[in-house]
């Protein structure tokens, strides 16, 4: 094995490791929002987990193409989901049941742009 190889195996698994460590970021995120938002990113990031898995053992483009559809996917349906709920979640209602749960709705908020950072970051 040349250097050239060393040097190319070294900064795949430094990919790799930066990866995974994003992705497992965007999971306990995602777990966390779902305190008060019905979140199917945590499914997807334990499914992107599973294919970058086959990704670093078997190396084919093929897994990189499914990840990056999946992403621009779900980045898709996060835009969506921020320009139906922010208006919403947002407004200023009489009721005390909607005050009490105002500031979880900004921090689910909150989460949502980072989720959506991270999802953007890892593309």
């Not at 306990?28 to 305190?35: F, H, N, R, T, V």
């Not at 105002?102 to 689910?108: R, Y």
């Amino acid at each position: 094995m040349n250097t050239g190889t060393k040097v190319l195996d070294v900064t795949r698994k430094l990919v790799w490791g930066l990866t995974v460590y994003i992705v497992i970021n965007f999971k306990g995120l995602s777990i966390m929002s779902c305190l008060i938002r019905n979140d199917y990113n945590v499914i997807f990031a334990f499914l992107i987990l599973m294919i970058l898995n086959r990704f670093f053992m078997e190396n084919t483009k093929f897994y990189t193409k499914i990840i990056v559809h999946l992403l621009v996917v779900l980045i898709l349906a996060d835009v969506l989901w921020l320009i139906i709920m922010m208006p919403t979640w947002n407004q200023n209602i009489k009721n005390d049941y909607w005050q009490n749960i105002s500031g979880l709705h900004s921090f689910v908020l909150f989460l949502a742009f980072v989720e959506l950072f991270l999802k953007v970051l890892t593309e």
